[in-house]
């Protein structure tokens, strides 16, 4: 019978954070390159697009504002949630 080798250490969650935080600015560079290459066809585009977003900056682009409230009813707002 062969012996088995012990079970190898994972590596802790802490290399991955370091690998972020070393790697945040090339992250961040690409994040942005992404919002604008979207916000770019967006303009372009004159069909429908259905967003949901966090970010209010780029809400503001939109034309429209539906709002899906808890009662489950549709509602139409001239500016994005949150947005005051």
């Not at 079970?7 to 802790?12: A, E, F, M, S």
């Not at 390159?33 to 977003?53: C, N």
Request: glycine share 6%; aromatic share 10%; no cysteine.
């Amino acid at each position: 019978m062969t012996k088995m080798a012990p079970p190898r250490k994972r590596r802790p969650t802490k290399s991955l954070t370091q690998w972020v935080l070393r790697n945040s600015d090339t992250i961040q560079t690409e994040i942005v390159k992404s919002a604008e290459a979207l916000e770019h066809a967006l303009e372009s585009y004159e069909g429908t697009v259905i967003a949901v977003t966090h970010d209010r900056w780029f809400a503001r682009s939109f034309t429209r504002f539906l709002i899906f409230g808890g009662d489950g009813q549709v509602y139409e707002s001239p500016e994005p949630v949150g947005s005051h």
